[in-house]
T-cell receptor
Framework: DAKTTQPPSMDCAEGRAANLPCNHSTISGNEYVYWYRQIHSQGPQYIIHGLKNNETNEMASLIITEDRKSSTLILPHATLRDTAVYYC??????????????FGQGTTLQVKP | DAGITQSPRYKITETGRQVTLMCHQTWSHSYMFWYRQDLGHGLRLIYYSAAADITDKGEVPDGYVVSRSKTENFPLTLESATRSQTSVYFCASFRGLGPNTEAFFGQGTRLTVV
């Protein structure tokens, strides 16, 4: 399973863009990068995912490097409600092909007024 | 309402008791998962199921039993609860097998074993 590495914590000023990095140097060609977040002990919430192209939705943008070894989640205008733990996950596609989501420790993003 | 629901939301039980946590989804998703979350450990996969009557172990399956007699339900049973199983439990479902589908999580069950 491809592993991910994220900084344990980050701060961001309200209204500014939050850029959350993730390293996944062992990612395989058919594995997707997913981002979830968890707000204060609620269930994790899906944000965005991508394979190799940059992706954007109403919540965020995902920038994946050309070699796919790292990615950045961008929250364009962070609000206090974006304070959460953000998880970068590589969706496994091992021999059992179950597509399990294996969570790491994530990045705690603190948005400050 | 459509979605994935867990019950109960909170549960206190005694050591040695059997307790079952329920998970129900209304989408008819094939894949369902159980995670536990403890301080300092993040979310760890306990068991998962690819379809009715098909289940498999995750990272931390010891002390837990699951069943999947119907697609929409995926109960998690602690056969003899221990204090180390005090945790927040999350259920999730995926639409399909491929890596291009997102998971939906329930609100969690906070279990305390005394």
């Amino acid at each position: 399973d491809a592993k991910t590495t994220q900084p344990p914590s980050m701060d961001c000023a309200e209204g500014r863009a939050a850029n959350l990095p993730c390293n996944h140097s062992t990612i395989s060609g058919n594995e997707y990068v997913y981002w979830y977040r968890q707000i204060h002990s609620q269930g994790p919430q899906y944000i965005i995912h991508g394979l190799k192209n940059n992706e954007t939705n109403e919540m965020a943008s995902l920038i994946i490097t050309e070699d796919r070894k790292s990615s950045t989640l961008i929250l364009p205008h962070a609000t206090l409600r974006d304070t959460a733990v953000y998880y970068c996950i590589v969706r496994t596609s091992g021999s059992s092909n179950t597509g399990k989501l294996i969570f790491g420790q994530g990045t705690t993003l603190q948005v400050k007024p | 309402d459509a979605g994935i629901t867990q019950s109960p939301r909170y549960k206190i039980t005694e050591t040695g008791r059997q307790v079952t946590l329920m998970c129900h989804q209304t989408w008819s998703h094939s894949y369902m998962f159980w995670y536990r979350q403890d301080l300092g450990h993040g979310l760890r996969l306990i068991y998962y199921s690819a379809a009715a009557d098909i289940t498999d172990k995750g990272e931390v399956p010891d002390g837990y039993v699951v069943s999947r007699s119907k697609t929409e339900n995926f109960p998690l049973t602690l056969e003899s609860a221990t204090r180390s199983q005090t945790s927040v439990y999350f259920c999730a479902s995926f639409r399909g097998l491929g890596p291009n589908t997102e998971a939906f999580f329930g609100q969690g069950t906070r279990l305390t074993v005394v």
